[in-house]
């Protein structure tokens, strides 16, 4: 009985090594890029190690205990040795969880600051972003008027503050870029905070991660970090064109807006076809349908600003969907 226990014992610790070879796995969080996804990240692999240990433990007791009193030669139904009392072990199962849960609470409650708060401004201060989960895409606002969609562009390395929230004809999405964070509620009426500071340039991709309707799987949203030059020569280039009818951004809303119902050609989706309709030609047509929706379509441009629409327009003037 003791030596099976050990057993037990001795293979748990050993798998408790496991975890770090997880976290090559698709098991573990993906690589983190910012420090709050850092400390989500250390969070699930601190839990993971109990996990397993504790996995190891009972499923080896109980294979232990399946061979160890296996009826053998007993009479068919004779019952088996009657064991009861052993305080030191029962002593040991009532205290080991207790400690057990205490340090998954301590280092919980030590790494949740470092995954909730903003951290302070460095020299190259912070930046804001509205975030607005919309059926179904994301839509960005940067302090200077810019809009995007869908890609949010960020300078590396500094705190990106995020205020995410949804119109209050919409329903709830969450915004979620795994290597950036946690997920955070985009809720009707409702704003909520969360942030990153990206430690290295590159492309991270998420997804809408609250069920939000038919079209909720094409709602992804990416974070395209660059270096911070690149990044406030983008911002500037966006601010200037969207005076004068941005068509990178009529292409962005054409294909995170328009496109995921109706095909990127307008060749029909999840819903008809549009490619050769005349409203397309027609900036105030375009204008109106959007800003009020028609039938089952949504107002899905409803709050847009003139320049927003412009834009869509200029886009749909330079390349007509499916040719014109
Ligand atoms: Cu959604």
């Known amino acids: 009985m003791r030596a099976l226990l050990s057993l037990a014992g001795l293979v748990s610790l050993v798998l408790v090594a496991a975890p ?17 996804a850092e400390g989500i990240r250390s969070s699930y692999l601190f839990v993971s190690i109990f996990i397993l240990a504790i996995f190891v433990l009972v499923e080896g007791a109980l ?8 009826r053998r030669r007993r009479a068919r139904f004779a019952d088996g040795a009657q064991i009861h009392g ?3 072990l029962e002593i040991l199962w009532t205290t080991l969880p207790v400690v057990v849960l205490f340090l998954i609470a301590a280092f919980v409650f030590i790494e949740l600051p470092g995954i909730k708060n903003v951290p302070e401004a460095g020299a190259s201060g912070e930046l804001e972003i509205r975030v607005t989960g919309r059926q179904y895409y994301w839509q960005y606002e940067y302090p200077n008027g810019v809009i995007a969609i869908d890609r949010m562009r960020a300078p590396v390395g500094v705190p990106v503050r995020l205020t995410v929230s949804a119109p209050d004809s919409d329903v709830i999405h969450s915004w979620w870029i795994p290597a950036l964070g946690g997920k955070i509620d985009a809720i009707p009426g409702r704003v909520n905070e969360t942030w990153f500071e990206a430690d290295r340039t590159g492309v991270f991709e998420g997804q809408c991660a609250e069920l939000c309707g038919v079209g909720h799987a094409f709602m992804t949203a ?10 406030a020569a983008w911002l500037e280039e966006r601010r200037q064109a969207q005076t004068t009818g941005d068509v990178a951004l009529g292409e962005e809303t054409w294909e995170g807006v328009c496109a995921k119902c109706h095909g990127l050609a307008g060749q029909g989706a999840l819903y008809r076809a ?8 027609d900036p105030q047509a375009v204008e109106t349908l959007v800003r009020n929706g028609r039938r089952t379509m949504p107002a899905v441009g409803a709050g847009w600003t003139a320049e927003q629409i412009d834009a869509l327009n200029a886009y749909l003037k330079e390349s007509p969907p499916g040719g014109s």
């Open 20 to 36: 770090a070879a997880l976290a090559q796995g698709s098991f573990a969080p993906v690589e983190p890029a910012s420090p709050n």
């Open 222 to 231: 990416s974070v395209e970090v660059l270096p911070e030059a690149e990044f």
């Open 274 to 281: 549009v490619a050769g309709s005349a409203v397309l030609r």
């Open 63 to 70: 294979i232990a205990f399946i061979l160890k009193y296996r």
């Open 86 to 88: 052993q305080t030191r």
